[in-house]
């Protein structure tokens, strides 16, 4: 597939947005409207004013990314915590069902970081099961990372494009998905972010109408590692040396991974939409 130019892209959604805010604001002078009219376009225009927004901090983000000077500030975090916060924004069309083991091993993860991909997964897995139904959330420990699954039963995704769907711009272009906007922008973040972390996303889907799963994974903290180092020792079916080699590996690449933090930028040159309605204005 052909990548659309971002500066297009964004030309064309600013000058969209100025016809919108021209029109209505030309409609709402034009004559006396009652109230509920008023507040009706009013309305359209601020929607209109966060989705653009919100493309707009999809684009600086990705930017900044590629240009590599963001670096995520990783410390152990809990992200049993993160998923349980994730978990109460549900709507009642899509309520959210919690799978986290009792016990989960904190994640070497910037915390503001993992809940942006949260909020893209979540906000894709409502937006692309437009009828409603359950979304799955689970966190599990595999091979030294934790693995975390967003699960819904909505339109799915096609075999050949589960992994397009981390390209800049690309959308399914199925029946299912025509009505359902976005920027296919979302992915490409999260899987910046993951990688940035050491760790790896990808999509799973039967196929359409059957529902999709986005999993990601991120290494453990330092301090976890060893502990499942210490409880798996002398196992029969691991050999200890094996899970020293993976945890230097680990090690080796966060030490590179902080090595630039200086360089983070500050977020200032966001502009100012609240966290909420930058969800809000993808689903
Ligand atoms: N949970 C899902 N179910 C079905 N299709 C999905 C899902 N998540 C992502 N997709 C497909 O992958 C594309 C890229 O996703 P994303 O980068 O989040 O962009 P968008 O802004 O379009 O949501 C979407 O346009 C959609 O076609
Ligand atoms: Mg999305």
Known sequence: MEHPDPLGVLGHEVRNLIATFVGFTELLLSQDWPPEKQREYLETMRNEGVRVSGFLNELLDLQRMEAGVTTPHLRPTD????????????????PIELEVPPELPPALAEPDRVQQVLANLLSNARKYSPRGGPILLSASVNNHHLEISVEDSG??????????????????????????????LGLTISRQIVEAHGGRIWAESVGLGHGARVVFS???APASARQLEA???????SSGGEHIAAHQRN?????????????????GTRIGVLASNRQAADG
């Open 79 to 94: 992200l049993a915590g993160l998923l349980r916060f994730a978990a109460e924004v549900a709507a009642p069309k899509h």
């Open 155 to 184: 339109v799915g995704i096609p075999k050949e494009a589960l992994e397009h769907v981390f390209e800049k711009f690309f959308r399914v272009e199925s029946l299912a998905h025509r009505d359902i906007r976005g920027t296919g």
């Open 218 to 220: 991120l290494p453990l």
């Open 231 to 237: 409880a798996t020792a002398g196992s029969p079916l």
């Open 251 to 267: 090690a080796g690449h966060t030490g590179g991974l902080s090595r630039s933090t200086a360089a983070q930028p500050s977020r």
